[in-house]
């Protein structure tokens, strides 16, 4: 590799020969193989010893670039936490997020 990609001068640096390894296909995870998988543990996420608030943080972290996993998230977070006002807040105002952006993406432009 280090010949190839000429990284170093120092001919050891990566001598590995990887002609053995067999030349098999990685599969791919889509965006619904890994919200499915997501969907599948959040409900043993309290489990994990992450508290309602890390939940709502790391929703909060995502609501701009990933708001349906924000959404998610926040729904984690109501369950371990269902009389919190801040994460009630946060799930309702994401739900109107998601649905305002799932209506624009259903919207077609007029031809």
């Given at each position: 590799m280090n010949a190839r990609l000429k990284i170093s001068p120092l001919p050891g640096l990566f001598d590995e020969d990887f002609d053995d390894y067999p030349e098999t296909e990685t599969p791919v995870w889509d965006l619904s193989a890994a919200e499915a998988g997501l969907d599948a543990i959040l409900p043993r996420i309290a489990a994990t010893g992450l508290s309602a608030d890390d939940l709502r943080?790391?929703?909060?972290g995502l609501r701009s670039s990933r708001p349906g996993l924000a959404l998610r998230l926040a729904r984690a977070a109501q369950t371990q936490r269902p009389t919190g006002h801040a994460i009630r807040r946060l799930v309702e105002t994401l739900e109107r997020e998601v649905g305002?952006?799932?209506g624009a993406k259903a919207v077609k432009p007029a031809p």
């Open positions: 943080d790391a929703a909060l305002l952006q799932a």
